[in-house]
């Protein structure tokens, strides 16, 4: 049975709604709060079972209320949680997430739990390795550990998707262990070092990605849409037309459903399109993962907009 693993963090969302993201100094009064399941590696994990494909995530979580609530809650979207260790030492990893009305969002991160991965995690994940589609990380976890794992996936011959998530510095000797790159506007900039926000920008910063290292980079240009290349084809999928309510976890149910795609043996071009309709899907709704799509939801979005005719 095909599979695919992710390996990443796993966060209790505290979420306020206010009309506009405060700025440096000022108190706003908001008008909503509520908790959801979160984290971008539990949330590309749901993303990805969600849409069918049997997802085995390696984590931690705390020894508390917040840690039984997220796994309860993957559980129930169907992913595997046997990778997943309860840390009694500290709590689980929190976000503080603040969200407007046009739906872009502040986000302060405690890791927690996350903050504790070490090598015992690079080795469970090792075990899950065989038969795997896809490992699917981002940066919420420590960074030495991205590269243990990454390392572990290309001897294994496992391609490695990676969501350079909360931006920040790469080592130059991941690079190369990495088959896939997504990262947003502001991502892409900050590992670039200068502005990208359209098209021409995107390309830019695909190069030097590319010539880092990294075999495919996808752009993804929030509501423009995604630019993507490789050795042998470039190209553009555009977004699909929403009203954004919430842009939380949108580049994870991107991730997710393109690694879905890839899995079920559709080209680079169909995956890119599967990740930007996820994304456009999510949107639509708050929370990260109460707004992640199953199956039925996803197939009907795309046959609504003639995109495919099952």
Not at 126 to 155: C, D, F, N
Not at 196 to 214: D, K, P, S
Request: hydrophobic share 45%.
């Amino acid at each position: 049975m095909k599979s695919i693993l992710v390996f990443g963090s796993i966060n209790i969302d505290l979420v306020t709604k206010t009309p506009r993201l405060p700025i440096a100094g000022e108190t706003l009064q908001g008008y909503d709060f509520f908790t959801a399941p979160g984290g971008k590696g539990a949330n590309q994990a749901v993303a990805a079972a969600r849409l069918g494909i049997a997802t085995h995530l390696v984590g931690r979580v705390g020894n508390d209320d917040f840690g039984r609530q997220l796994l309860a809650n993957l559980q129930v979207a169907g992913v595997h949680t046997d990778g997943v260790l309860v840390d009694t030492s500290i709590t689980s990893g929190i976000a503080v997430i603040t969200v407007d009305d046009a739906g872009e969002n502040q986000i302060i991160i405690i890791p927690g739990a996350n903050g504790q991965l070490d090598e015992s995690d690079v080795e469970r994940l090792k075990g899950l390795l065989p038969g795997a589609t896809a490992l699917l990380m981002q940066l919420e976890i420590p960074l030495s550990r991205v590269l243990s794992a990454a390392q572990a996936a290309h001897a294994a011959n496992v391609p490695v998707i990676l969501d350079p998530a909360p931006a920040q510095n790469l080592p130059d000797e991941l690079y190369p262990l990495v088959d896939i790159i997504t990262p947003n506007q502001l991502e892409a900039s900050h590992l670039v070092g200068f502005p990208v926000n359209e098209i021409e920008t995107a390309h830019q910063a695909a190069t030097v990605l590319r010539q880092r290292g990294v075999a495919t980079v996808i752009v993804k240009l929030g509501a423009q849409g995604a630019y993507c290349t490789t050795a042998s084809e470039t190209f553009f999928v555009p977004a699909f037309s929403v009203q954004a309510v919430d842009t939380v976890a949108a580049g994870d149910a991107f991730n997710g459903a393109l690694a879905v795609a890839l899995a079920e043996g559709l080209s680079l071009r169909e995956a890119v399109l599967w990740g930007v309709a996820a994304g456009a899907i999510s949107v639509t709704k708050a929370g990260a993962q109460p707004s992640l799509p199953d199956r039925d939801t996803f197939d009907q979005f795309l046959r609504d907009r003639g995109v495919i005719n099952l």
